[in-house]
């Protein structure tokens, strides 16, 4: 079956760096693109990145350009998120997620568990 398993997420001080990992299986890896999406406590979810199924092509919302990065490996069937210079708004529950036929950027038929992600001094 389709299973995507978060890792990486921890305790990291403001302007900190983290790498989430996502290791995915059951499925074509490569032939779907992915995204990542947080929930931070007591709030909705909120797209932060989606990254095509050969990685070419990247997109990220507007809180998190220019200190995330998405990227994969296909041949290893892992999504990783890099948080860089993090701020105590990151925190969150960070999970990955396999993209279905929908247009929104939520629109994903397969979820991880999610990896905590705290930023605090």
């Known amino acids: 079956e389709v299973q995507l398993v978060e890792s990486g997420g921890g305790l990291v001080r403001p302007g900190g760096s983290l790498r989430l990992s996502c290791a995915a299986s059951g499925f074509a890896f490569s032939n779907y693109g992915m995204r990542w999406v947080r929930q931070a406590q007591g709030k909705g979810l909120e797209w932060v990145s989606t990254i095509s199924g050969d990685g070419d092509i990247t997109s990220y919302a507007d809180s998190v350009k220019g200190r995330f990065t998405v990227s994969r490996d296909n041949a290893k069937n892992t999504l990783y998120l890099h948080l860089n210079n993090l701020d105590p708004e990151d925190t969150a529950v960070y999970y990955c997620?396999?993209?279905?036929?929908?247009?929104?950027?939520?629109?994903?038929?397969?979820w991880g568990r999610g990896t905590q992600v705290t930023v605090s001094s």
């Open positions: 997620a396999k993209r279905d036929g929908g247009r929104t950027e939520l629109s994903c038929d397969y």
